[in-house]
Nanobody, 114 residues
């Protein structure tokens, strides 16, 4: 059974940082691309970043230079380091992969507010 479990969300002031983690089980982790998505209140879920099985990264324009996606294949975990956070980054953040079908985590909420 494939499971994705996010953690690390919370309340942070503008300009602050958070690191999200997504622990993956039930798949051979290093074979799969991993992504982060987010969904702000009242908006559609949107793609944030992807890291391929080979380690290549891609980012949504609005987070380039502020967010970094990484993976630790030994720990079956993908991370999202978020720096210089803005109020518009407030959302529930989801981990995602495709392994025979799409899998989503339960989400971790991030609130950027003073």
């Amino acid at each position: 059974q494939v499971q994705l479990v996010e953690s690390g969300g919370g309340l942070v002031q503008p300009g602050g940082s958070l690191r999200l983690s997504c622990a993956v089980s039930g798949v051979i982790f290093n074979r799969y691309h991993m992504s982060w998505y987010r969904q702000a209140p009242g908006k559609q879920r949107e793609w944030v970043a992807t890291i391929t099985s080979g380690g290549t990264t891609n980012y949504q324009d609005s987070v380039k230079g502020r967010f970094t996606i990484s993976r630790d294949n030994a720990k079956n975990t993908v991370y999202l380091q978020m720096n210089s956070l803005k109020p518009e980054d407030t959302a529930v953040y989801y981990c995602y992969t495709i392994a025979s079908r799409s899998y989503w985590g339960q989400g971790t909420p991030v609130t950027v507010s003073s």
